[in-house]
């Protein structure tokens, strides 16, 4: 062939090939297999990414859409062509792996076929469920990786230091994963990552890292987040002069310092947020420099001076929190009139009574319009009226006017704003009043899109209209406690389907509950509501009503699907529970208490925390199965009747076991000696049963014990001293047991030293009274003790109510609230012999003694009239010689004083106090003379007969103790009530919406405000 054919034939082979299009690249088999190994290690599940749409903002250019991506994968088709895959155009190797909410659930091993990718330059794996696992150890298998995002995905452990090896990273994200970052890894990191420009680790651990390392980041970078990361130490302010940041959120580390600097802050910052830290000093006037600045979050800082007038030159704001700071002086409101793109506006915490222009609050001369506001919280800003601004506000979804000083009625033009769009209001904790027709007329009925309404702790009455049922379709909590509302139910708030939270606690409604789930302490009779049915539902409170009758449990489909709180304590509900009704929910709370259920106990749930059937009938023994609910804090069965012993694991089963009442049942035996080290037992009740044997020594592993009722049971045993070693003892009742030898304790022990009531009565002990021990009682020679400030013990208790029964002057008191004011010893009904030592006058801060019933000789101490705060004093039944000291007249709160049956002598003194007292307190002792006894002294004038009022003294007397007593109990009886477990509430909206609507997540704490209850009980004389 010549040359010109040759050269034709190259011609026409060069246009061939240049008239065709290129070939798709085919993915290299051995990376294919590599995906499809790494495909079969998961499972899909949708839960494992139902955090997907909750995060969207805080995932770094992840697609958002959920679905199961590796479902589609096949051998048969081109890799490349899978869902969430990407190969290089030219060599076919994978280069880009996204698989952000695919549903993936498993762990991720260290030796995942993921590593066979070593081109790999993208790989996300946001929210998607790994298990706890780690991350892979050997990312410097991907050299060219420039962006990498595990957030999100369930990763623990520590953060490798081979992630420093990534040096051509752009973008990274590990942030809302279990993972720890050490500060050497990240110097490293820091020190290699050169180009990186955007860093999001919210919520790794970085306690262990310096936030001064932070200033050697690269000049590049744009975008930081490290919110919730446990930072600790001082901000370099230099980061706010980074020239491309736009972005930088540092919110939740409490312990991180800094000021915001005076000059020179970076040009293009969009996002300022500093919340929850401890920033401090005064927003410098620079900061009106920051014209593109969109969000400028500063809330729960430490913040001082004047709001600068530069911020109205923040003219494209869209969010501003200046929440919880100290500012001082004039705030302006022309600064935020100019903030015409505002839709965020949170101010709450700060006090603006005197502190805003009044104009604000004036409907005659609207001067402020904020056209595109949706979120405004001004709660605790001791506000007096509603602000008038808000008229103008068409497009907000939640308003938070709660906690302030507004009072009157609600004016009608409040219903009228945003009613197309308004989601959540909070008028609670303020001063309205007014009949509920006219604070919540028709137009109230047109919040089509309301999802939350709180008015309670405010006092606005009449009946409800029955609207609210008919147009609230979306509503899913309703809030009306504490008022003064009244009449029937409306019979509409049935048709409420969304309905999760309502409260309408302490008004006065009557009648029938309407068949339509708080509804405690009103006075609603009727049998339990069977015919509810709320697929959503998660807490039914019925407590302190007059429900009755049995419960069908098969009419009644117990327990809703979705119930994590069940209440329906204090009512009249008879018959028996199925033993496993709750124990395959996921009930949290359980209050059966005070009714009349019987047969056997029923089992609580795994999940549950808080479980008491105390006060009814039930019968039989505690079940061993019980042991199974490891997350139970609080259990009460009190005053039932069930029989037989206790498991062995009743002690031991669960390290959060905080409250353990077996009293007023019919149990027996010993009482098991496993008491778990690791528990958090603070309360132990077993008094009035049948238990025998000797006390546990394993109890002194209970470091956090605060109350012990061990009373009225057979134990044998010598006094504990070795409790005494417990840090936080306050309350040890022995009272009748046989306990015995209560041995002198050596001085300097340090025992008991923050015991308050100590009652060993009727039990065996003799010989002196330990003078020593006595000495050891710290917190009762504090006569400072808490009497400013009372304190209830065990506040930490999921608001559960320790009771013990101290016994006053015959009565058997029970407290069912112990104020740390309430101290007492009874050492009454034992064989104590000799003197009663002065020690006991150091006790300052006692209001009660009783030494009574036993063979006590010599006289009574001077010392004693050292007890100011001493309100009632038992001698008697001794053998006391000598004068009475007049120095006892001096204790000005001394009530109840019986020094009767003793061996006294001489003059009764008259002085002060001592003159109040009848004949009873002095009777059966030949020796003593004067008034108030019959006896005349020598020399004295025979005196009269008793009156026909002093004849009633002793009642008149009985009758004040009782009304002290009374006192005492109520003001110990405030009650805190149960409290439901924290109950997320997955509203998929940015941090500061979050925030905005953060009053969700207290609906749980306003559960736990129960009303009074009466907190005293007299068992007999």
């Given at each position: ?19 065709l ?24 599940d ?23 991506k ?74 060219e ?30 942030s ?29 651990n970085?306690s ?10 690269s ?17 370099p ?7 491309r ?33 401890s ?47 100290d ?26 009574n ?9 409907e ?34 939640c ?12 004016p ?24 509920i ?37 979306q ?6 406690q ?60 019925l ?13 009644c ?35 059966l ?14 999940t ?17 199965l ?8 609080i ?26 009442n ?17 528990n ?33 049971n ?10 005494g ?23 300097g022990?340090h ?19 330990p ?40 009565l058997?008191?029970?407290l ?16 104590f012999q ?6 006991f ?38 053998e ?28 009764i ?29 020598l ?62 997540e ?20």
């Open positions: 062939m010549g040359w010109c054919q040759i050269l034709g034939l190259l011609c026409f082979l060069l246009s061939l090939h240049t008239s299009p290129f070939a798709s690249p085919l993915c290299r088999p051995h990376q294919r297999d590599a995906l499809l190994h790494f495909k079969d290690s998961f499972m899909l949708s839960k494992a990414s139902r955090s997907c749409h909750l995060f969207r903002q805080k995932i770094l250019h992840s697609m958002h859409t959920c679905y199961p590796t479902k589609s994968w096949n051998k048969g088709v081109d890799c490349c062509s899978w869902d969430g895959v990407t190969c290089d155009s030219v060599t076919s190797n994978i280069v880009g792996l996204n698989l952000s909410c695919s549903w993936l659930r498993g762990a991720l091993h260290p030796n995942s076929s993921l590593l066979l990718l070593h081109h790999l330059q993208s790989l996300d794996l946001s929210c998607n469920d790994f298990a706890s696992s780690h991350i892979l150890p050997n990312l410097s298998a991907f050299p990786m420039t962006y990498l995002n595990l957030s999100i995905s369930n990763f623990s452990g520590t953060i490798p230091s081979e992630i420093s090896c990534l040096s051509k990273l752009v973008a990274l994200d590990l809302f994963s279990s993972l720890k970052l050490e500060g050497l890894v990240f110097t490293r990191l820091v020190q290699n990552l050169t180009t990186v420009r955007e860093l999001v680790l919210d919520e790794v970085m262990m890292v310096s936030p001064m390392s932070f200033a050697n980041l000049s590049s970078l744009t975008y930081l987040t490290i919110a919730g990361c446990s930072l600790e130490g001082v901000f302010y230099t980061i706010f002069r980074k020239p940041l736009t972005t930088l959120d540092i919110c939740f580390n409490e312990n991180l310092f800094g000021i915001l600097p005076k000059t020179n802050w970076t040009g293009p910052l969009v996002s300022l947020s500093l919340e929850s830290t920033f401090s000093g005064e927003i410098p006037s620079s900061i009106g420099n920051m014209k593109s600045l969109t969000v400028l979050d500063l809330g729960m800082c430490k913040f001082t001076g004047h709001i600068p007038s530069s911020m109205a030159d923040l003219k494209q704001l869209q969010v501003l929190d200046l929440t919880w700071n500012f001082s002086g004039f705030l302006d409101f022309e600064i935020l009139a100019d903030l015409k793109q505002l839709q965020v506006l949170d101010l709450s915490g700060i006090d603006l005197g502190f805003l222009d009044f104009e604000i609050f004036m005659t001369r609207p001067k402020y319009t904020f056209s595109k506001l949706q979120v405004v919280g001004l709660s605790f800003c001791n506000l007096t009226k509603f602000p008038y601004f808000l008229n103008s506000s068409k497009r907000l979804t308003l938070d006017l709660s906690v302030n000083r507004i009072s009157g009625e609600i009608k033009w409040f219903w009228g704003i945003s009613h197309d769009t308004l989601e959540i209001v909070d008028l609670s904790n303020n001063l309205l009043v007014g009949g027709q006219q604070a919540l007329p028709s137009s109230i009925c047109q919040l089509s899109s309301l999802q939350l309404l709180d008015l309670s702790n405010n006092n606005l009455s009449g009946n409800m209209p029955q609207c609210f049922g008919i147009h609230w379709k509503l899913s909590e309703l809030y009306l504490n008022n003064s509302f009244q009449g029937p139910l409306p019979s509409s708030i049935c048709q409420l389907s969304s309905l999760k939270g309502l409260d309408l606690s302490k008004n006065n409604f009557l009648g029938n509950m309407p068949q339509c789930f708080v509804l405690s302490h009103n006075q609603l009779s009727d049998i339990f509501p069977c015919w509810l049915e709320a697929p959503y539902l998660y807490q039914l409170d407590e302190d009503n007059k429900f009755h009758g049995r419960i069908n449990f098969t009419d489909r117990l327990p809703f699907p979705t119930l994590v709180a069940l209440s329906i304590a204090n009512n009249n509900f008879i018959g028996q529970w199925p033993t496993k009704v709750l124990s395959n929910t996921s009930m949290h709370v359980i209050d208490s005070n009714n009349n259920f019987e047969g056997l106990i029923p089992l609580p749930s795994p549950t925390f808080y479980y008491s059937i105390a006060s009814n009938k039930m019968t039989g023994k505690i079940p061993p019980i042991c199974n609910a490891t997350k139970l804090e259990i009460d069965l009190s005053n039932n009747g069930l029989i037989g012993t206790l498991p062995r694991c009743l002690t031991n089963f669960s390290t959060k076991l905080s409250v353990l077996l009293q007023m049942n019919h149990l027996k035996g010993k009482i098991p000696q496993s008491f778990c080290w690791r958090n037992l603070t309360t132990l009740d077993l008094s009035q049963n049948w238990f025998e044997g000797t006390l546990p020594r394993s109890l002194v592993n209970c470091k956090y014990l605060e109350v012990v009722d061990l009373s009225d057979q134990i044998e045993d010598a006094f504990p001293t070795w409790l070693t417990l840090p936080e003892l306050k309350v040890l009742i022995l009272r009748s047991n046989n306990f015995e030898n209560l041995l002198n304790i050596p001085k022990a025992l008991f030293s923050k015991l308050h009531i100590l009652d060993l009565s009727n039990n065996n002990f003799g010989g002196p009274l003078a020593n021990l006595i000495m050891n009682f710290k917190a009762m020679m504090d006569e400072e003790n808490g009497q400013d400030k009372p304190l209830y013990m065990q506040q930490d208790n999921r608001g559960y109510e320790a009771s013990v029964n101290v016994t006053m002057k015959g058997v008191i029970e069912v609230k112990i104020l740390t004011i309430f101290t007492t010893i009874d050492l009454s009904h034992n064989s000799g003197d009663i030592p002065k020690v006058g150091h006790l300052h801060s006692l209001i009660g003694l009783n030494l009574s019933h036993n063979h006590l000789t010599s006289s009574i101490p001077p010392t004693l009239g050292n007890l100011v705060n001493l309100e009632w004093l038992d001698l008697s039944s001794n006391l010689s000598g004068e009475i000291p007049g120095i006892l007249g001096d204790l000005a709160f001394l009530e109840c004083l019986n020094l009767s049956n003793n061996q006294l002598t001489g003059r003194p008259q002085e002060k106090q001592l003159s109040t007292f009848s004949s009873n307190s002095f009777g059966g002792n030949p020796g003593l003379c004067g008034s108030p006894l019959r006896k005349a002294c020399g004295d004038a025979q005196p009269p007969p008793p009156s026909s009022s002093s004849s009633s003294d002793h009642e008149e007397h009985e009758s004040l103790f009782k009304r002290k007593a009374m006192w005492i109990g109520y003001v110990s009886g405030i009650v805190i009530g149960i409290s439901i477990t924290y109950i997320a509430l997955e509203m998929g909206r940015p941090g500061w919406l979050t925030r905005g609507v953060g009053m969700l207290r609906r749980v704490a306003k559960w736990m405000e129960m009303p009074n209850r009466k907190a005293i009980k007299f068992y007999g004389q």
